[in-house]
Every structure is written in structure tokens, then in C-alpha cells.
């Protein structure tokens, strides 16, 4: 008889390694902690904005920028606009590059929005105060490689901005590196003008200036406009009645008349300077010198001879 005393003893037939159960769980918290920080910081980012917290600590700001944020951020604001308002350089007599972003700047107005091509330049002039620009002697002047390209005269009087455009007479080359300035430029400056026969022609467009001089002392003016109606009767009107007004008004100092015509109409006047009471422009005073107005109309566009 076999004797087994361990038949009901248990028997180890391997070994089960023990895990670790908690593992997995950190595995969960730390991913769910890691997206949710990546999840908040543009928040976080987007709410200090352009403000270094460090700074807003350093500066004992930090509790009123949270407490009280929108008006803390309204006042720094405020704060800025006004350092950079106070601290705007003004610039006078300086050449800056001409392209759509370049501002010229006097202590009275701005020269903004160029549009240069080779054929013209597009500007705007804005002022805050009311200046006549035609009594002024503020020119735009136009260098390339240090050499002066044209003087520009600011004309018109008006308050706020205008936008004016100068056509050149000879295409440019090229519209690199084309620099402005604002320049107030004295008749002292002015170059000495040769007459033909005491008398100066300035041409543009429809308009012609005849001037008369007597030793280079102005005395008469002649202008005649030959309009070519566009198909715009409503421009034509309007153009048609401000010269005859024009022509009704001259009439009491000296003599103009207005004459239409299938394409359009033709307004000539003649005044002897020493009866002018008008106030028009391109009728200069009486004993303007030839080189005042020859200076002054080719910076306005005109051709003078």
C-alpha cells in the first residue's frame, strides 16, 4: 500500500510576474494634465496679449491686470498712443524714397498716398489748418542720383486733404530710388528766364497762357481754353457754366468771350494787369517777374516758352 501524504497539497507548476496595477493610471493622468495645458496656453497667451507677466510682477501689476484686466488694457493702450503721438518725428526738407507707404511731413501739413509711374505722379496733401498753398512757396521736389528731376508747386487753397496729380513732360527712365522733399523755394532761387519777344507761352492740356512782360515786368495776360466735350454732359455744364461766369465777371475789367461749338466750346480772355480785380489762378499781379512765373507754372505742369 503506497502511502502518499502530499496527494492534497497544492503544486507549484510556474510563476506569475506581479505587476505594477498603478501604472497605467499615471500613464492617464499625465496625458490628460500635458493636453490640457497644451489646450489652455493660447488662451492664456491671447489673454496677456503683448504684456510679459515677469514685467507685470516686477512692476507690482499683475494683481489689477486680472482683477480689473479690461480697463488696465485700456489705459496702457491710451499710454501708447499718446508716447507715440508725442514722439513722432517731424521731417522737413528731408529726401525720402517715393513709394505708396512714404509720408513727407511739414510742421503744417503732410505730403501721403504716391502713386509714381514714368509718365506722372499721384499725391495727397493733408493739412489741419486752412492753407493757400497758391500764396505759399512750398514745392514737392523730385530728386534721382542727387539730381533734381522737377519742382513741384503745392497749389489750391483747402483744409484737410486733396489729391493732386503732376504729369511729367518727359517719361522717366526709371522710378527707382526717386526721392522727395518739401521745400519752401524763394524767387531769389528762381533761374533767369529768356523771353521771345517779351512774351512767355505756358501750355497744358486745353489751356494756354499767354503773358506779356515790359522790362520783364508782367502787364497782360491772354488764356484760352478749347474745351473738347468727353460725352459727360453734366461735366460739360458744369465746366461750360464756370467759364461763363468767368467770361461775365472778366468783362468788367477787360475782355473775354465764350463760343460753343459741335465739340465743345473755346474761352478766350485778355486783361491789362493795371484794371485786374479778379483773384483766378495763373493771373498773376501786376509787375510779377518773368522768372516768378516761368519758375512757378512749369512746376505746375505747365510748358513754358
Do not use: W
Request: aromatic content about 12%; glycine content about 4%.
Amino acid at each position: 500500500m503506497n502511502n502518499n501524504s502530499n496527494n492534497n497539497e497544492p503544486v507549484v507548476i510556474g510563476r506569475i510576474k506581479k505587476g505594477k496595477t498603478g501604472k497605467p493610471l499615471v500613464v492617464l493622468i499625465l496625458f490628460l494634465l500635458i493636453g490640457g495645458v497644451i489646450f489652455i496656453l493660447p488662451s492664456i497667451f491671447n489673454y496677456f496679449g503683448d504684456y510679459n507677466v515677469f514685467d507685470l510682477i516686477k512692476n507690482g501689476e499683475i494683481i489689477e491686470f486680472f482683477t480689473n484686466h479690461d480697463k488696465f488694457v485700456e489705459q496702457k493702450d491710451k499710454e501708447n498712443n499718446m508716447v507715440t503721438t508725442t514722439t513722432k518725428p517731424v521731417v522737413n526738407d528731408t529726401n525720402i524714397l517715393i513709394n505708396s507707404k512714404a509720408i513727407i511731413e511739414n510742421n503744417n501739413f503732410n505730403i501721403s498716398d504716391f502713386n509714381l509711374t514714368n509718365e506722372s505722379i499721384t499725391y495727397k496733401v493733408t493739412t489741419s489748418n486752412n492753407i493757400n498753398f497758391d500764396k505759399s512757396n512750398y514745392y514737392l521736389v523730385l530728386k534721382q542720383n542727387d539730381k533734381v528731376l522737377y519742382n513741384i508747386k503745392l497749389t489750391d487753397e483747402f483744409k484737410d486733404s486733396k489729391e493732386f496729380t503732376f504729369k511729367f513732360k518727359n517719361k522717366l527712365d526709371s522710378i527707382l530710388e526717386v526721392k522727395g522733399s518739401i521745400r519752401e523755394i524763394k524767387e531769389s532761387e528762381f533761374p533767369k528766364v529768356n523771353l521771345n519777344n517779351n512774351i512767355l507761352t505756358c501750355t497744358l492740356d486745353d489751356t494756354t497762357y499767354d503773358y506779356t512782360f515790359n522790362n520783364n515786368m508782367l502787364e497782360n495776360v491772354k488764356e484760352t481754353k478749347e474745351y473738347q466735350d468727353d460725352g459727360d454732359n453734366k461735366k460739360y455744364l458744369d465746366i461750360f457754366d464756370e467759364y461763363s461766369k468767368k467770361a461775365k465777371e472778366i468783362n468788367n475789367y477787360g475782355n473775354a468771350t465764350i463760343e460753343e461749338s459741335i465739340d465743345g466750346f473755346t474761352f478766350i480772355s485778355n486783361v491789362d494787369l493795371n484794371n485786374y480785380t479778379g483773384n483766378y489762378n495763373n493771373y498773376y499781379s501786376l509787375n510779377t517777374t518773368a522768372n516768378k512765373v516761368s519758375f512757378e507754372m512749369n512746376a505746375k505742369g505747365y510748358d513754358c516758352k
